[in-house]
């Protein structure tokens, strides 16, 4: 039954190119043996020629029209090629439909090549997973809490924390980079991903149906079926094109008659080429194959689209909005300097902080965390609930005590800059978070990040394709300056909010100007949302991640670059592939009309030209 299947499989992906294949081969029987058979018998090697060959375009342009209510372009090759035939044209019609069904071959290959892709992709998930008693079960049976062993060689089969042993990983099916990464306890790691040195103890903490790996695949898939605003005018101009060309044909099988006196055969042949080379079969395959390689060769090397839409649109970008931390810097600041005030024991402080702190993912608040680690003492474990202020800090009652741990807009920022200009003369190109007590600001902390220096490299490639580039990040001013200038961004907006960044991007709309928002954080999901195109990196907050309609799996600003060079080569290639299009069938026309080709000759320009912005379209998929 496997074999059965086998077949099947092979013929639903290669059918249509066999089918155009034996079309082909026939129509060359017929050629060479046209001098040595009887006249039926040619004839009928022609129509197996046209049954093979066209069974697949006209099912498909028969569909579609009682689907759409539209008439399309497999429909006028199926009238032309018939029409052909219906005045003695066997050959020319037959050729027709082969060409045709070939250039037809070749956008399914293109659609099944990047389905193939994602296909592949998809086969990098281990089915099965080995929990640590040895027993080997489905991935589907894995829940969050289950510990797995991971061998050397073997990929990982569901995301979890490292609870034991220590490796490098190849997050290259993630990421796109070929460098691996090291990994020890308590670090990260993926489904899909490759453990190439020792054995690991992983306790699954998500899903196997919510992995990263699987929410790539769903990106990917939904990416491959939307379409882009070029795609859908295309699409929708394609049912009154073709009102417009039967209209002219129609009038074509009379008109010359009278006007200038051709036979009612070479009049309705004319009419059956202009119906071949007025076609906009090319036309209709500018696109959709140079978008659906965009959208593979990006997925290749990290960088997700979540839909055509955003790929044609990343080109038209000016101005590129970035969150600092996590984005521009590595976000993983760390405690640098301190002053608390000395009545306040250390220790009680640290295990306060811990507790908080303990209940952000945010980069800054697992800085804090790990200063109070370093601290002597045992955590005491207190119980609170915590509240969130994005963009400001935190807040939670302990044993009857009010705590405040955030930035000076959080504590209040008169007395935050009391409290630091007491104790530092100088404003710091630091982080500050402050500790209040009740009424009373106990504490504060001085953070640094370190800046990216592939950031700093994307920042001046960004420039140079003509991109203004500016940072909206909820630090001080004295901290913002320092690292715009170290990025080489002149242009910044500090001590932002949330709704600060969102005004900023509303504003820049308003000047008529394309967004694009880059951050990883939840406080970056309304910017994201807010501006043209979205753009998370891969580490970052699910929100964000749901948020963008552009993923960049590795936190690495580089990405971004090449994100937009795919874009500019894809807008490339569409443009080239409709001026081409335009133009052969503007010549095809006139040449039609001036009497000069013949339907062999229509039909190879026509087809030809079919074939060619496929191709063109296809040189996405070399893109890196």
Not at 361 to 386: C, D, F, S, Y
Not at 435 to 450: H, M, N, S, Y
Not at 472 to 497: R, V
Request: glycine fraction near 8%; charge should be negative; aromatic fraction near 6%.
């Amino acid at each position: 039954m496997s074999k059965i299947n086998q077949i099947v499989s092979f013929f639903k992906i290669h059918g249509e190119i066999i089918a155009a294949a034996i079309s082909g081969i026939l129509i060359l029987i017929a050629w060479i043996l046209s001098s040595h058979i009887h006249h039926a018998l040619w004839i009928g090697l022609l129509i197996a020629a046209f049954l093979i060959g066209g069974f697949a375009k006209a099912k498909e342009g028969i569909t579609e029209t009682i689907k759409t209510k539209q008439l399309n372009v497999e429909l006028l090759m199926i009238i032309a090629a018939i029409g052909a035939a219906s005045i003695g044209y066997w050959a020319e019609g037959a050729i027709l439909i082969f060409i045709f069904s070939l250039s037809g071959a070749l956008e399914s290959y293109t659609e099944n090549k990047n389905k193939n892709e994602l296909q592949s992709l998809m086969k990098l998930q281990p089915e099965t997973a080995t929990l640590l008693d040895g027993k080997v079960i489905h991935i589907e049976q894995l829940q969050p809490g289950d510990q797995i062993a991971v061998k050397a060689g073997e990929r990982i089969p569901a995301d979890g924390l490292i609870i034991k042993g220590e490796t490098t990983i190849d997050e290259s099916a993630l990421s796109g980079e070929s460098v691996p990464i090291s990994k020890r306890i308590g670090a990260e790691v993926f489904a899909g991903t490759v453990n190439l040195n020792g054995s690991l103890h992983i306790e699954i903490n998500t899903l196997p149906n919510e992995t990263m790996f699987q929410k790539i695949i769903k990106l990917v898939q939904n990416a491959h079926e939307e379409r882009s605003p070029s795609q859908q005018f295309i699409e929708r101009f394609e049912g009154l094109y073709v009102k417009i060309v039967l209209i002219t044909v129609a009038v074509m099988m009379f008109l010359p008659h009278y006007l200038f006196g051709w036979s009612w055969t070479d009049t309705i042949y004319r009419a059956m080429i202009l119906l071949v080379v007025a076609s906009p079969c090319a036309l209709v395959a500018s696109i959709m194959p140079a978008t659906l390689s965009a959208i593979s060769s990006g997925a290749r090397q990290g960088i997700l689209f979540k839909g055509g839409v955003y790929v044609e649109a990343l080109a038209k970008l000016n101005v590129i909005a970035l969150d600092k931390t996590g984005t521009l810097t590595k976000g993983e600041p760390a405690v640098v300097d301190s002053f608390i005030v000395p009545k306040q024991n250390l220790e009680e402080l640290a295990d306060i902080i811990y507790t908080i702190e303990n209940e952000s993912i945010h980069p800054l608040a697992l800085a804090m965390k790990n200063w109070a680690e370093a601290q002597a003492g045992e955590r005491l474990g207190l119980a609170t609930t915590v509240q969130h202020h994005n963009g400001r800090g935190l807040a939670a009652e302990i044993n009857g005590v009010h705590w405040l741990i955030g930035n000076a807009e959080m504590v209040g920022k008169q007395a935050a800059n009391e409290f630091f200009q007491t104790h530092y003369t100088v404003e710091q190109a630091k982080t500050n978070i402050f500790v209040k007590k009740d009424t009373e600001i106990i504490a504060v902390f001085l953070l640094k990040d370190t800046l990216r220096q592939e950031a700093v490299e994307a920042i001046h490639e960004l420039h140079q394709l003509g991109l203004r580039t500016m940072m909206l990040t909820g630090d001080n001013e004295a901290t913002a300056k320092s690292i715009a200038q170290d990025a080489g961004i002149t242009e910044y907006h500090a001590n932002c909010l949330p709704e600060d960044k969102v005004n900023h991007l509303k504003q820049l709309r308003q000047e008529s100007q394309q967004t694009a928002m880059v951050g990883d954080g939840v406080n970056d999901a309304p910017a994201l949302a807010t501006a043209n195109i979205g753009v998370a990196m891969g580490a970052g907050s699910d929100i964000a991640l749901e948020t963008a309609n552009i993923v960049l799996m590795k936190n690495n600003l580089a990405k971004m670059v090449n994100a937009i060079r795919i874009s500019k080569k894809m807008n490339a290639i569409i443009k080239q592939n409709i001026i081409f299009s335009l133009a052969v069938i503007g010549i095809l026309i006139v040449s039609n009309f001036l009497q000069i080709i013949n339907m062999p000759l229509g039909v190879i320009g026509h087809e030809g030209s079919t074939i060619l912005v496929i191709l063109n379209g296809l040189r996405m998929l070399k893109t890196e």
